[in-house]
């Protein structure tokens, strides 16, 4: 038995935040050494950071990732570490991993299939290497090699799959193996979406089994560059068998994760599966010593909420509560101020900013939490202190705002600790109407001005909340959510206006259901928020028109369920209009045809008229991968037909 122990460093970086970005990684390499790790993985483009998109192509960004990595180097004495960056060859960039060995650079491997699809713009900026081509990179008068290789260190062989790489067909880890591997890492920047790392664990476990090898797979962790969050996933596997799991969506700068793994067990699995000649024309010899190791039992925890029955509600909770906690404190803003309604998506919001704070306080308790923040606290006690240092929440009433929505805004913002504020804007909303009624000579009505009406009450709330937001140097958060998005159903410099959108990647349909149950249950190891029942008994509306309209959202727009399928089947899937309809009208048995219909065409009709409100949309989380972000996920024209031909060919068909 020869047993190696090996390592996943999870590290929370940021774009070309060059003395950060190193801190993190040498902190990471000596927290590798007290673990008596031998071979350490980081993740991919750790030294740069993996969002650096257009920068990636300045001569710049090359020159510091190289002089961090030279910085780094002398560090891994006694060592083996795998550190990603950007490197230039013959006028063309690279995404490499950089082998370190004791000391020195062994070499570097390039990634051969970059990706390209939905929020990854890999091609825009990097080059893909070809299958089994090695070259050679002078770096400071020293040459070294690169490319697709593998390593000779001490007698053990290691390889890379490169995050993309694992999840093509033509994976990588099909020719290591056949060149006789006993080591595969995998350095990954690797985004959150929901249920993502079941699949990471699949490939993670499969490719461990598959190729009869060990399989360290680490990822980048926290809202690394504004829209894209990474769970720090990190998983260790030999012979498909987990042997080590890290805690995702966690608080701090990085982690290690190790364990010991035996070298001669998978070559003995090999040498009775594998049928192939190994090909040695890549590979590169570095001579490396390792120390007695002794087998552990694996490290993965059955504990915590990732075995929870509502696993999408934990992870969207704490997804959102790191990426909030992230962009805080990368955009060294003061806290938050939020506009606060009364309504499901402001409170959501709200709730979600204390969740924040609970989740990290709990992992890194109230001292450590604070710390990281860029602003000193008055009173950091408890969590409903901090919250109402970091979160200042205003209700902006006009004559249309009821009681309710006004009771259930100062009840919650109470419960959760927040500063509140109260802002009556009757005057300011008359006031404009008034102005525009004299120019225009004319007397504004809902029968004949109605859109007007609604949205200079949502434009009117946005100057005060900016105000507050400037006096507090903090970030306002805008309110949409996702349902929203796809329907242009928000009031653009109204409602829209913030620094940044927290929930625009969610639909509206699973955002009341969180609150239902975070009302009654919540996060594991946190308490519920009772109040929360004032908001969920409450119909969705904007409260722009007159009480006695009795304004709805779903009565303006269409059952957010529907609304929901809708949108996967047209945007996701990217059906027609007709086979929606088909679609609708065998799952929704209680709707007549007619009605089917009509909430067909005006999702498609509002779709393509306000493409233009989600291209200025503030900046979202990135939560699944049928996000409508048009900077992220989903491009679409400002200007189209408007599906005209397709909703004709939708209502001939249905009728015949």
Known sequence: MKYIQVGAGVLNQTPLDWVNNQKNIENAILEARQQQVDILC??????????????????????????????????????????????????????????????????????????GDGIHYEPRWFHPWPHDVRSEIDIDGKTYPIGDIFFNCGGVRIGFEICEEAWVANRPGIQLAQKGVDIILNPSASHFAFDKHVVRERFVLEGSRAFSVSYIYTNLL?????????????????????????????????????T???????????????????????????????????????????????????LKEEEFTRAISLGLFDYLRKSRAQGFVLSLSGGA???????????????????????????????????????????????????????????????????????????YLELNIDD????????????????????????ALQNIQARSRAPSVWMIANINNALLLATSNRSEVALGYATMDGDTA??????????????????????????????PIPSLSLINQQAPTAELRPQSMKQTDEDDLMPYHLANEIEKAAIRDRQTPYE?????????????????????????????????????????????????????????????????????????KARQ
């Open 222 to 258: 926290g809202n690394e560059a504004g829209r894209a969050i990474y769970d720090g996933d990190s998983l260790i596997a030999s012979a498909g068998q987990l042997l080590a799991t890290g805690k995702r969506f966690s608080f701090k700068d990085f982690y290690v994760i190790s």
């Open 428 to 451: 300011i909303v008359a006031g404009y109407t008034q102005a525009i009624e004299k120019a225009i000579e004319t007397p504004l009505t809902w029968q004949q001005h109605d859109i």
């Open 498 to 527: 913030g620094s940044l959108s927290p929930i625009a990647g969610i639909d509206k349909h699973f955002l009341r259901h969180w609150l239902r149950w975070l009302e009654s249950q919540g996060p594991m190891h946190l308490k």
């Open 42 to 115: 980081l993740p991919e483009l750790c030294i740069s950071g993996y969002g650096c998109e257009d920068m990636f192509l300045a001569p710049a960004t090359i020159a510091q990732s190289r002089q961090v990595l030279l910085k780094i180097a002398p560090q891994t004495k006694g060592l083996i570490v795998a550190v990603g960056l950007p490197v230039s060859l013959q006028n063309r960039i690279y995404n490499t991993v950089c082998l370190l060995v004791n000391g020195e650079i062994a070499g570097f491997v390039a990634k051969r299939f970059l990706a």
């Open 345 to 419: 998506d402001s409170s959501a919001i709200a709730c979600l900013v204390r969740l924040m704070v609970e989740l990290g306080t709990l992992e890194l308790d109230v001292k450590g939490f604070c710390a990281k923040l860029p602003i000193k606290l008055s009173n950091t006690t408890t969590s409903a202190d901090i919250t109402h240092d970091l979160l200042t929440c205003v209700y902006q009433a006009t004559k249309n705002s009821t009681k309710t929505t006004q009771q259930a805004a100062s009840t919650l913002a109470q419960n959760l600790g927040a500063n």
């Open 580 to 652: 929606i309809f088909c679609l609708l009208q065998h799952r929704y048995t209680d709707y007549d045809d007619e009605q089917l219909l009509t909430w067909v065409e005006r999702f498609f009709r509002l779709w393509s008229r306000n493409q233009w409100k989600r291209e200025r949309y503030a900046p979202s989380f990135h939560l699944d991968d049928v996000n409508l972000d048009p900077r992220s996920w989903c491009r679409f024209p400002i200007l189209s037909g408007g599906f005209g031909r397709e909703l004709e060919e939708m209502y001939t």
């Open 260 to 310: 010991a793994v035996d070298v001669d067990l998978t070559r003995m699995t090999q040498a009775r599966t594998s049928e192939s000649v190994p090909n040695l024309d890549t590979l590169v010899s570095v001579p490396f010593d390792y120390p007695q190791q002794s087998p552990q039992p694996p490290n993965v925890p059955l504990k915590s909420w990732e075995y929870s029955p509502n």
